[in-house]
């Protein structure tokens, strides 16, 4: 297999080769024929394969030889599913949690080469013998359900504060979705000191944030958002996350006067430093984490919460607690609930897939009001097919024409339909960009021509009228002015000949094949073209110079589809964390002892992600989890823990 490039919110991805050995004789013992055998199934960003070694009666060695899944997420499965199946021999091995579709296709691809090795369907079947699971109690000030961001910084904040604490983590690794992000926003840091950087005006940014928000969300949760970000920076490097103050805004569309964006250094090495944030409260303080342990129930007496459950490989935990802060990380992984809060509209789950909810349908259980269920961060494209392409290609070649293509501002947005739906200006903002699309239903189509095509792929968008490059991640440049696009055409045909890119030598014929109206599409492009022709857009006002004509084919129609980073909005909860009853006729009452933060906790966003600021997520998960965790353990100790003094 040949290079192989995924690519989801900026996230490079990683060729592992990972390997397990030493067999024991005992469950799985089928007949094989002796040898090494190889086999493919496919992974949550793509083909993963694995090679299998077997003797007459075992299996010897379990190794992943090639993969394209997300390092952060994927690592422990990618370690610890080959090692279950040759300790135990057998298939029926548990998937690690976070990570099921990378468990499940080491699984098949594993399974698959043992049937070749020549092992039956039925030995390779055997169910495995469930065993009741013991109950055990447990008792703590503060238990925190959820290890990401939010999670951890309530967590800290409790154990600092005197807090007996017990963290609960769904998955068999700290970070969550914050694991995954580039960077945070913060008003203030000793990095931004450093550069001469003065504090930003958290005053402003408060009044361009509620006129966004049209007054919509809660305003005395957004103070106090940026109020503490001008100390979370300096709390964090103390706690050693790595990273720097930016001199400018990553996304160029971001206002002068609000960049507060502090980049990790290695987003890669997130989740572990934020564990090393938990192992030292749990050295050093009274705490305790629970890894692969879902929260799964609230306690509750008199009306009261009193604890949660929760539910180990092997053992369910009844936890009574002062007080219960959710941090599970919001419903980006369930497709149901996004979709229903969207309207009816379908997004890629781009975010960390195993946040299904948990936190906030608890909440539910117990008649809790939402909060802006709508918002999302929804971020960045995915241009269908574009994981699917292989070759021996350069990176940059091969991620420029299975993902730059859906970033350029020189060509036409178009709908299901054939209409042209935005100035595609906005794709300098990842959040307006992919709203945009989403407006429009599931996906949308992006049109090129030939003479396009060629033109970037000899000279560079700059050759085409592109006039400032795209940033993505952690990388500065990815749709390069005066250079060529090295490739192109050859590896757009490969997604022509896959079927996933459209190609037609005229629009009608276009239309025959993608669906869009053909009139509507005709229509939609003699203006585009006669607006280009005459350098300047009527329709929408988009940049002359990024007004490409596209008088002649052949076309080919990209479908790009939205990606959805993480959910926004959750549990409604007032300016001291705690999460209220659904009942507004009385001003919404608090449910004792309860606590949200991060995307469980919703009134920060009013029906959308904001732009004012870079980095508004993640900034959020920290400052929330540490206002929750504070407020979580006044609760407990019936002490004053002020942030904000």
Request: with cysteine; proline share 2%; glycine share 10%.
């Amino acid at each position: 297999m040949g290079k192989r490039v995924v690519w989801y919110i900026g996230i490079l991805l990683i060729v592992g080769f990972i390997f397990v050995g030493c067999a024991q004789d005992n469950g799985l013992e089928g007949t094989y024929e002796p040898g090494t055998y190889e086999a493919q199934a496919d992974g949550h960003n793509g083909s993963l394969s694995v090679k299998v070694e077997v003797d007459e009666s075992s299996i010897v060695q379990v190794e992943v030889t090639e993969n394209s899944e997300t390092e952060n997420i994927a690592s422990t499965a990618l370690e610890e599913i080959p090692k279950q199946i040759v300790d135990t021999q057998s298939l029926s091995v548990d998937t690690i949690s976070g990570a099921t579709s990378t468990s499940k296709a080491i699984i098949e691809a594993t399974k698959t080469a043992l049937l070749e090795a020549g092992a039956t369907e039925e030995e390779l079947n055997t169910e495995k013998e469930e065993t009741e699971k013991k109950v055990e109690q447990l008792k703590c000030d503060v238990v925190v359900a959820g290890a990401g961001g939010s999670g951890v910084s309530a967590a800290v904040t409790a154990a600092e504060n005197g807090a007996e604490v017990i963290v609960l983590e769904k998955t068999a690794m700290v970070g969550g979705t914050t694991a995954n992000g580039g960077g945070f926003f913060a008003a203030d840091s000793q990095k931004a000191r450093d550069l001469g950087h003065e504090p930003v005006d958290t005053d402003l940014i408060f009044e361009m944030w509620m006129d966004e928000m049209d007054w919509m969300s809660d305003a005395v949760l957004v103070k106090q958002f940026l109020e503490l970000s001008h100390t979370t920076a300096d709390w964090m490097e103390e706690h050693g996350i790595i990273f720097h103050k930016t001199e400018t805004a990553v996304q160029q569309s971001h206002a002068e006067g609000t960049n507060g964006y502090h980049k990790y250094d290695d987003y890669t090495k997130t989740s572990e430093q934020l564990t090393a944030m938990v192992d030292a409260i749990v050295e050093n303080n009274d705490a305790k984490i629970l890894y692969e342990t879902p929260a799964t129930e609230l306690l509750i007496e008199n009306d009261q919460v009193t604890g949660i459950v929760a539910e180990g490989k092997d053992t369910i935990y009844e936890i009574t607690a002062n007080s219960v802060v959710l941090a599970t990380g919001g419903f980006v992984g369930n497709e149901e609930m996004v979709r229903e809060a969207l309207g009816g509209v379908s997004v890629n789950a781009s975010g960390y897939n195993s946040n299904v909810g948990d936190g906030i349908n608890m909440g539910l259980a117990q008649n809790a009001a939402t909060r802006s269920m709508k918002a999302m961060v929804l971020h960045t494209f995915t241009i269908e097919g574009g994981s699917k392409v292989e070759g021996d290609y350069e990176f940059m070649d091969l991620y420029q024409a299975t993902n730059s293509l859906a970033y350029m501002p020189i060509i036409p947005w178009l709908d299901p339909n054939g209409t042209r739906f935005a100035n595609e200006d906005i794709v300098y903002d990842r959040a307006l960009s992919t709203n945009s699309l989403v407006s429009r239903g599931n996906y949308g189509w992006f049109l090129y021509n030939e003479e396009l095509l060629n033109t970037l792929e000899e000279n560079g968008a700059g050759a085409a009228g592109m006039e400032e490059s795209i940033a993505m991640g952690p990388m500065p440049d990815i749709t390069p002015l005066e250079t060529g696009w090295g490739n192109l055409t050859e590896i757009v045909q490969i997604m022509v000949d896959n079927g996933d890119v459209k190609k037609a030598d005229t629009l009608t014929e276009l239309a025959e094949m993608t669906g869009m109206d053909k009139t509507m599409l005709q229509e939609t492009m003699t203006r585009y073209n006669e607006d280009a022709s005459k350098g300047k857009d009527s329709q929408f006002g988009k940049r002359s110079a990024h007004m490409f004509e596209m008088a002649e084919g052949p076309y080919y129609a990209f479908k790009i589809t939205p990606n959805n980073l993480s959910t926004a909005g959750g549990l409604r909860i007032n300016s001291n964390f705690q999460v209220v009853l659904d009942d507004p006729e009385n001003g919404y009452t608090p449910i004792g002892n309860l606590f949200a933060a991060g995307a469980d906790a919703g009134g920060l966003y009013s029906d959308h992600y904001a732009h004012t600021i870079e980095g508004a997520a993640q900034g959020w998960a920290y400052n929330s989890g540490r206002l929750a965790g504070a407020r979580a353990t006044e609760n407990a100790l019936d002490k004053e823990v002020d942030l904000l003094k």
